[in-house]
């Protein structure tokens, strides 16, 4: 093993800490600067030397500054604001305690001069699976059933879905799950409760119009969430103008409750059309 003796002779005598201190030299920019950041920790104005001044410290990301300014000119806890001033450096050589210590204290002496308004981080964008080949309605209808697809719907698009499919002279309905369309986690959560081993074959996503429409056809997380099911879905947003994110990746898109009822009942009485020409030919 090297002898760390050898490796750093003595060759002078040792410091004390106070004096080491004391010799250290700290490269600063000179004259009036000007620093923005978070005021955090805004003290109580304090009376000093025959001025009223409020202390707390400038921070921003991992860094903070210490500063000074006139009480009549104090920032308010958490305001994103400008100081402009000069830079005191005050060497700190005893704690409260009486222990020595080597510590340099930064310290802004200035007046805040105006606001800035912070930057929000961009969310990264969720990437979207990939859309499949889609199913139109009539085929899902043909091949598993109105029964078969589950409908997240409003009260009111429940009922305008409901009602259209029995005015179109069928006696199958879709299943229906009361879902809230004013919040996406909410809606996520209703999501994540079908179970996958279900007779649900395919989804649609109905709601009888009202504002606030993106909040779940624009939502990536939800119409993520519809795509990674594996199932078909279709949405019915009681609008005609507006093409969503929840539209660009359905199977089908209706433009109403009413319409995709209407649908139905033509796909199914279709689908039992076929069924029974299929009988006649083979008997």
């Known amino acids: 093993m090297t002898d760390r003796r050898r490796a750093f002779p003595n060759t002078r005598a040792p410091l004390t800490p106070e004096v080491l201190a004391s010799t250290i030299r700290i490269s600063a920019p000179e004259g009036i600067v000007a620093v923005q950041g978070i005021a955090k920790g805004v003290t109580e104005p304090r009376s000093y030397g025959g001025r009223v001044s409020v202390y707390g410290e400038l921070v921003l990301g991992d860094a903070l500054v210490s500063f000074v300014v006139p009480a009549e000119r104090a920032p308010r806890e958490g305001q994103p604001v400008i100081i402009e001033g000069y830079l005191r450096f005050k060497l700190l050589t005893r704690s409260n305690n009486g222990s020595w210590r080597g510590d340099w204290k930064v310290m ?40 078969s697809l589950l409908v997240l719907s409003t009260h009111t698009g429940h009922r305008d879905l409901a009602q259209s499919v029995a005015s179109g002279g069928c006696g199958e309905q879709p299943t229906f799950m009361e879902a809230n369309f004013g919040a996406a986690d909410a809606f996520l959560h209703t999501l994540a409760t079908i179970p996958s081993d279900s007779d649900v074959r395919g989804l649609a996503v109905v709601r009888g119009g009202g504002n606030a429409l993106d909040v779940i056809a624009g939502s990536r997380e939800v119409v993520a969430a519809l795509l990674n099911t594996g199932l078909p879905f279709y949405t019915a947003l009681g609008h005609d103008t507006n093409v969503s994110l929840a539209d660009r990746s359905a199977d089908q898109v209706f433009h109403s409750p009413s319409e995709l009822g209407a649908a139905i009942a033509r796909a199914v009485r ?7 020409q299929a009988r006649r030919v083979s008997a």
């Open 108 to 147: 802004l002496v200035g007046q805040v001069v105006g606001e800035w308004v912070p930057m929000v981080a961009a969310k990264p964008m969720l990437p979207l699976p990939q859309r499949g080949t889609r199913t139109p309605l009539t085929e899902f209808i043909r091949d598993h059933g109105a029964q």
């Open 270 to 276: 279709d689908a039992d059309d076929r069924t029974s």
